[in-house]
């Protein structure tokens, strides 16, 4: 399944048009050891706020602006600014997704 999930997201990202946000979220997810339906949840417990923060920050690396990234999100824009703030001033959240950015290709 996580294949699958590969080709869709390299597929997705390669035609933004397509752009599949949910996809996304799922292999953030994956990463981080927890389900889509917390991710959507309002619970912010464990790995979910650094979800969140690295989904926004993967959303900047694929060339969206905070403005963009927070319409996808509906995250206010000065929190998906805070959030790529964090995620690349914390080592194991940024190698994450670097991770991610190198197995899915989805960096611009």
Sequence with gaps: MLILLIGLLKTYVMI???FNYELLVTIACIE?????DEYYSSFSYGNIGQVRQT???LLRQM?????EVSAVTGF???RTSNSVRIVSL???MLLKSE????NYGIAK
């Design 90 to 92: 914390d080592d194991i």
């Design 63 to 67: 060339g969206l602006k905070n403005k």
């Design 76 to 78: 206010s824009q000065s």
């Design 32 to 36: 981080f050891g927890i389900k889509d």
């Design 55 to 57: 989904v926004c920050y």
């Design 16 to 18: 933004p048009e397509k």
């Design 99 to 102: 991770k991610i950015i190198y």
